[in-house]
């Protein structure tokens, strides 16, 4: 028996929005930074926009045996971005956060909705973790979506130290990507999941298995150094020729521990900052990215904001750059 559906717990809320505030050099165009830009987000929202969607959750982390804090993350966030200059006008919405006590599955599932409607509104979610439970909340949401009536091709890209394919009775943050491909089978679908940065040491013989079973392609960290960058653009263009529609998610462990000092599982190598902006610029211009996901940054950790600021930086890009899908209204 599932313990995780016959315990009551509390039933995950989203807050309301939260007015972003930051530094402030004056009114004109010239002085836009994104605390100008951001309103509270509403359904009826005129489509084309980004929706910001935060998940305070490290229910999953705790459950996978990582060190907890990382649903300080989404506010963490959306702190270190408040003041970044924006080089022209965009158009953002808050759509508020997700709480997660330990009813991991119920927050999962309230994530799925609110990502459903901001996709079927034509806007582009971005969603600030939050562990990396948060995937199969962005996942679920993307495959509720009306984008997917004509059943596309999802194509599933994580930037990762770790695959996230165990299959524990109990979900957590370790489980997220087998969760998908369960669900996915179980509707008929399927995903193509690749991952850039997987830590040999960090993951076991039986998860490479588990991978090389289902298809997961992989590359893995130390062939992911700036020396390395046509064989990774030729990964990533392979796997945008086998996806119609794109969820990029960004597991901030994927970093070295020097640049993103404050996750739950710090990487001892990693993969340099110019390979994981080249991985997101090649999605962004590719007209197929959907939905984008941030995960794992722990603030209690981190050191003067590093970690924040270059996850913040890292959304930052991928916004101001990113075309919608031809299969958005």
Known sequence: MNTEETIVRPVPVTTAYEPWTGRDDGSGVEHLRWHHVVEPYAAQSDPGACVFIGFASDEGVHRN??????????RALRQALSSMALAGPIRAFDAGTVLVADDLAAGQRQLGSVVCEALDAGHFPVVLGG??????????????????????????LNLDAHFDLRSDQVPSSGTPFRQIFDAADAAGTSVEYAVVGISQPSNTAALFDTADHLGVRYLVDDKCGVGNHTAIL????????????????????????????GVSAPAAFGVPLESVQLVTDVLTASGKLAVCDVAELNPEFDIDNRTARTAARLIHRIITRHSRPPQFP
């Open 65 to 74: 045996k990582g060190r907890r804090g990382a649903a300080a993350g989404p």
């Open 131 to 156: 562990g990396h439970e948060v995937a199969f909340g962005t996942y679920l949401g993307l495959a509720d979506s009306a984008l997917l009536s004509t059943r596309p091709h999802i194509g599933i």
């Open 234 to 261: 030729d990964f990533v263009q392979d796997f945008l020729a086998r996806a119609d529609l794109v969820y990029l998610t960004i597991d901030l462990d994927v970093l070295p521990a020097a640049v993103a000092p």
